[in-house]
């Protein structure tokens, strides 16, 4: 969807035509899988504006899917909006878990009346949608949802601490600095604060549940919902599972190929996360930067792939070598977005005034974190370095030019090999009953485990989700922290709040 | 009469200004080449506002809500009045011209104070202790970088500093002045990166959190309005004022004026958003001892450029 290469340059339209264009400033609601639109699109053109109140929006837009726990959220933040109110809900509907929708999705078209719906084609469509939208009718009376008073108001034993000098701040379940809803509760004596709560649950789909309803096919095709802005690495952790039980072994460039794909989606969100991240501390110049090395590995990714991986990264399937364009220019394009990766890494290490902002908060032990489950990048900081979130941030564009590296060294060693097809007999190994298996996903590694059921059928699913190893991480970090920092160290697990609820 | 007209002059010049300073804001984002965008958009988004409702939060203090953006407003037109335009341009030219200024800046932060307060809200509450945090911190070395311009003028009269730098802009030897006065210029008008107490997401717009439609608009334009006349006041001190060859006086005034907006605002770019303890910070422990230092210094170099006959 980002990956459009015309994402990255500016139309320059005329006069008359920018004199009719509407500037349209918006607050933004991600069920859990719109965190990268949303980085493009508050990047995209000055006409179009994040703010962090819906007082200050014209519009809300909301990315699909939306579970039913956020309803009474939607409304309130409707409600918000000064009128005329207007709203927009981007649908992702054909996805895979259309079947479940009734269950444990909310249906934003009731909730609120007047919306407009517009499937997500490109960046430049929804630019051109947003461009009319004085013209789009009201939002209509909104309707009331059950629970809405537990958003209103505070839990009981919050409202007594403000009895005292205390201060509560809820934070959430809308907010921008995690990716997907969750409400943090902040309990402060004047800027420090002295406790946290947290309250997850916002954005589950029950996935595991999901899978064991379906067959192994449609099972794989629900695994890549696990975490919407990572579904290869999720993917792929459940065909390497039902390949186990399968006792189905892939080729060697099979294998490779999926190494690549995984790579380039790491360094993808990786680069989207360090925009959004920059973006939360307000240094434009440094999210500019960010933001084109971010577009620009969208546009060559979609360069990459001669198939989208989710076509051909399938349990019992052997990839061949056409899968990925060996053009030499796709190389030195890569070559070049790693460099730019690498600059600005050693621009951030450098940059003082960042590492005000950064030094010393949220500091994250090694050893607390194996005790806890974490992995991936979150780790990898506290392991290399001081753990902290300049650390996190620093390690995440160290990976991400690692992963760029990797995907361009998978390239030209295709493209030095033989040009037919590598095909290796594909051992067979033995089937078995239940199976393991792990991806290395951009917040840590997703993990799955399978018990088989009958012969095209799961009894059970149960998955290692990264983001969820660091949600009870979260108040102890938060504890003696200042308020202004709390955000930030909170941005900085970079939590895929979909991933984390399931 | 004269005065009348003069000050409804300097009015209408502020506003235009401010409306420069709107789009410089969106040209230093954007970029030289999206100037027609950068152009547009203040006058479109002011459209928008002015057709929003202007709600006021449940539990608000009406009083206090609705009149916080139109004292803003007033402060902004008040201090003003004594920024020379023009040898005979000047709303308002008193004797004690820049202590009328500095001492007028100070309800500028209590209408932000006012609105947040007002409003009834936890987020609104901590920006506007935030907002009263900044109020004394940045006082100080604003008052102290000022002092520098008038020890050398041996006048409070905006007029005559102006008048005094005919020779040589004070900027030339007292740069440190210069930079004080900016930075303090910039926690005072809340602008990036000293921008906490209004925005950052964990406070959700901070005081103005609750403001929109037209009472937001008001104070947008107040804040643009309060930073471009600190920057003029900041050209009366440091660059000579409305002097200048070939153009006219108010030309030059509004020439460096604009151009000095556009170099801060530029050079802010490169900053991330500062915590308000990091702020606070910098101006106790860096500016004021700065603004001391600059004060010793200016007061050894009047002695030695003046040979001690003024």
């Known amino acids: 969807m980002i990956g459009s290469a015309k994402a990255i340059r500016s139309t320059h339209a005329g006069w008359s035509a920018r004199a009719k264009q509407h500037p349209c400033r918006y607050f933004a609601l991600d069920g859990g899988s719109g965190a990268h639109l949303f980085a493009a699109l508050a990047g995209r053109h000055p006409s179009v504006q994040q703010v962090a109140s819906p007082r200050h929006a014209d519009l809300l837009i909301i990315v699909e899917p939306v579970s039913r726990t956020l309803a009474s959220a939607i409304v309130e933040l409707a409600r918000s909006l000064p009128h005329p109110a207007r709203a927009l809900l981007i649908s992702t509907s054909g996805t895979e878990l259309d079947h479940f929708t009734s269950t444990t999705q909310a249906d934003v078209t009731t909730l609120l009346p007047g919306i407009q719906r517009t499937p997500l084609l490109s960046l430049e469509s929804l630019l051109d949608i947003l461009r009319d939208f004085g013209q789009w009718p009201e939002l209509e009376g909104m309707a009331s949802t059950e629970d809405e008073s537990s958003l209103l108001s505070l839990p009981p034993q919050q409202e007594l601490e403000l009895a005292t000098e205390l201060v509560v701040l809820s934070l959430g379940p809308v907010q921008s600095f995690t990716t997907g809803p969750l409400r943090l509760l902040l309990i402060c004596d004047g800027e420090p604060v002295l406790s946290a709560q947290i309250e997850a649950g916002y954005a589950q789909r029950d996935i595991a549940r999901a899978m064991t309803q379906v067959n192994w096919q449609q099972g794989i095709a629900l695994s890549r919902c696990l975490d919407p802005l990572a579904p290869i690495a999720s993917q792929l952790a459940a065909v390497r599972a039902l390949e186990q039980l399968q006792g189905w072994q892939p080729t060697t460039q099979t294998m490779r190929f999926r190494e690549g794909a995984l790579a380039l989606e790491r360094a993808q969100n990786m680069l989207w996360w360090v925009v959004h991240f920059l973006r939360l501390l307000a240094a434009p110049h440094l999210t500019d930067r960010s933001y084109q090395l971010a577009t620009a590995l969208a546009a060559w990714t979609s360069r990459i792939w001669q198939e989208s991986p989710s076509a051909w990264i399938r349990a019992q399937q052997n990839v061949e070598s056409t899968v990925a364009s060996r053009s030499t220019a796709v190389q030195m394009q890569l070559q070049e977005i790693g460099d730019g990766v690498d600059l600005l890494s050693r621009t951030l290490e450098r940059n003082r005034a960042i590492a005000l902002r950064t030094r010393g908060i949220g500091v994250l032990a090694r050893e607390r974190l194996v005790a806890a489950g974490v992995s991936g990048p979150i780790l990898a900081a506290s392991e290399q370095g001081a753990g902290d979130v300049r650390d996190r941030l620093l390690t995440r564009l160290r990976a991400a030019v690692g992963d760029v590296r990797e995907i361009i060294q998978l390239l030209s060693v295709g493209a030095a090999a033989s040009p037919s097809p590598i095909c290796e007999d594909a051992p067979a190994g033995k089937a078995t009953a239940e199976a393991r298996a792990t991806a290395k996903g951009p917040r840590g590694t997703i993990g799955v485990h399978l018990v088989r059921s009958g012969e095209e059928r799961l009894a059970q699913v149960e998955w290692q989700r990264p983001s969820a190893a660091l949600l009870p991480l979260l108040p102890d970090m938060l504890a003696g922290q200042k308020l202004a920092d709390a955000e930030v160290i909170v941005a900085s697990l970079d939590l895929a709040m979909a991933e984390a609820d399931g | ?310």
Request: hydrophobic content about 55%; some cysteine; aromatic content about 10%.
């Open chain 2, 1 to 310: 009469m004269n005065m009348i007209v003069t000050s409804l002059l300097v009015l209408l010049g502020v506003l235009i200004g401010t409306y420069c300073v709107a789009v410089l804001q969106h040209l230093v984002l954007l970029g030289p080449r999206h100037i027609g965008t950068a152009f547009l958009l203040p006058a479109s988004r002011a459209m928008l506002l002015l057709r929003q409702e202007n709600l006021q939060p449940r539990g608000a203090d009406s009083l206090l809500f609705r009149s916080a953006p139109l004292l803003a407003l007033s402060v902004v037109a008040l201090v003003s009045l004594v920024l020379p335009l023009g040898p005979n341009l000047i709303g308002f030219d008193p004797s004690i011209g820049l202590f009328y200024f500095l001492v007028l800046l100070s309800p500028f932060v209590v209408a932000l104070m006012n609105a947040g307060w007002s409003s009834n809200t936890r987020v609104g509450l901590f920006g506007t202790f935030r907002a009263a945090a900044y109020l004394v911190s940045y006082e100080v070395p604003i008052g102290f970088a000022a002092i520098g311009p008038v020890m050398a003028a041996q006048s409070l009269s905006t007029q005559h500093i102006v008048a005094s730098q005919a020779g040589l802009w004070y900027v030339v030897w007292q740069p440190l002045g210069l930079v004080i006065y900016v930075l303090a210029a910039l926690i005072m008008t809340f602008r990036h990166p000293f921008e906490s107490a209004l925005s950052g997401s964990e406070l959700e717009g901070g005081v103005l959190a609750e403001y929109t439609g037209p009472r937001l608009l008001l104070f947008q334009v107040a804040l643009d309005a309060i930073f471009l006349v600190l920057i003029g006041m900041g050209v009366v001190l440091f660059f000579g004022g409305w002097q200048g060859p070939g153009l006219p006086a108010p030309l030059w005034f509004a020439l460096k004026t604009l151009a000095l907006a556009a170099l801060v605002l530029w050079g802010a770019r490169f900053l991330p958003s500062l915590r308000h303890d990091q702020i606070l910070s910098l101006s106790w422990k860096m500016l004021l001892p700065a603004s001391l230092v600059n004060i010793t210094l200016v007061g050894i170099l009047t002695l030695v450029l003046t040979g001690g006959s003024r």
